[in-house]
């Protein structure tokens, strides 16, 4: 098991001393050029994209699916697992970046506050706007400022979203991303500093996981419900307190990699079978609790001690998964492309998605009349559609950076004279959807395609003015 100070692979050792001269007398070998390694982890491109695929199917059937609809309910609490894999991830990654070099504090915050963080503004804002559209179209958000005590109510409304990531249901997720890092500092240096002793800090991270649990999900009072401390009780859910089990061990996975990774192939049918088996049980005693009479939003809660075992399952299931991709996966093929563009886009999709579930899904329910099943698969598939041509716009576009987390994609590769078109046709076909189906799908479908014709009309006025330049010299 390699130590946190061991050297990474590739890497020269300290002790080699590139000075030693080789001996003129003796023929000199030309080493062979060193073999690229990617060390990308193909395996986590899966598990992220199952995981945000996950997030917004659990979404749909909620919006679908009746409240007591048991198939849904259990379907949906299994689904409940991508809220604990996002955290899982989270430490998981940061971890392996970091294991085995120095981290600088200030920078690093720099840089991944920059890439959530400015996202996490813009599309708060863009929320907290769309909210008060819902409410009352642009004369409701017109009325936010229509006075001076509207302004002020206003402005605390939308500074309470921005402190507890409450501007959409969804943005928890950047609020509790931004809680991790600033925290992963130290999260680093107590695991290098407790080497040989983490099985004790998961135990005692599981422990205090459990009592909390516990707690939430019953009616409290004294001090955990009063002052200071009442305030963070009941803000839980958006910081990284019920979350810090899956955060731990997915640092601790990354710190032990190798280990990790060496028992996640060997074992994996072992992990595979017993994890079938925890699902399973978790579902009969999800029917069993609903037969007592229990309600749908307890037995599917999130925060309910006895689903955890199932989501650690899940997790574990799905990066046994991947390494099979890792192993079998084929680099330029389709798949591969594929899962690499995926992945680059996972985070703008995650942001998108509500949106698009928003405008998408209640033309879905008004227009379609079909069993559940049906619907769902029709929603899910119209949500994600729209999503994806949301993003893709956004990465084509100039604030790409602020509402993806991503630089744009280069302008030298993209191809306007394709992008232009369709962006013209989308937008023609926004207003056509606009005055004949659905208002709101109509101006999101007219919205993304005039992105797209002014982001494409910029990327090829650069490139002719790029084309220029030669000429010229």
Known sequence: MASPTDVPSGRTSPDADPTTAADPAEP?????????????LHQIDLVRLVTFGGVILDHVMLGVAAPANVAAGAIETLLRYTRYGFFALTGFVLTYQYRNRELNVWPFWRRRYKLIGLPFLVWSLLYWLYGHYLGGGLTGIADTVASLDAARLAAKSLVYDLITGSAWYHLYFLSVSMQIYAIFPALLWVMRKTWGYHRYLLVASFAFHSVLLYLMVRPQHGFLVEGPVGVLWRHLEITLLPYQFFILSGALAAMHFEAFSRFAKRFRWAVLGVGAIVIAATLIYFLELIDRGESMFRATNVFMLHNTFAYIAIIAMLYCIGTIWQERRRAGSIAARFMRTAADRSFGIYLAHA????????????DIHA???LEIVLAYAAVVAMTIAIVEVLRRSPISLITTGRSTLDWRTQTPAKSLPVGVLTMAAG???????SPLAGSALFGTGLLLTASSAWVLLKQRR???IPAAA
């Open 466 to 468: 790029s084309d220029d």
């Open 355 to 366: 949106v698009a579930l928003s405008v998408v899904q209640p033309t879905v329910l008004e």
């Open 28 to 40: 000199v070998e030309v080493a062979a050029p060193p073999v690229t390694r990617d060390k990308h």
């Open 371 to 373: 069993p559940t099943g």
């Open 431 to 437: 207003l056509a959807v606009h005055y004949t189906f």
